[in-house]
């Protein structure tokens, strides 16, 4: 299994449109952190930022799947706020072709 971090959101389900709620990534620091849109989180424990380049974008993966069966991703910008922290975009993407 491996380390990852949680994303406070609530999503509906494109499929079913029940609540989704918990989901994870492994784009961030991966230190079992609770991140949440709109607030900044450390840069310098992210690994090697370059990785956070998603379709030339400087983003954020989160996946969940819900009680339906769809796996719903999403993606949220990761705005640099100083050097070494950035800002979880409040702006996400569902994406319809996960992965």
Do not use: W
């Amino acid at each position: 299994m491996g380390t990852y971090d949680h994303v406070e959101i609530e999503i509906e389900c494109p499929k079913c449109g029940k609540i989704v709620s918990d989901f994870q990534t492994k784009d961030g620091p991966r230190q079992f952190l609770y991140l949440r849109p709109g607030l900044p989180f450390d840069l310098s424990y992210m690994n090697n930022p370059n990785d956070y380049y998603h379709n030339r974008e400087f983003c954020l993966v989160a996946y969940d799947y819900c009680e339906c069966g769809r796996e719903i991703v999403i993606r949220f910008p990761l705005i640099p706020v100083t050097c070494n922290k950035v800002l979880l975009g409040s702006k996400y993407e569902i994406l319809e072709d996960p992965r």
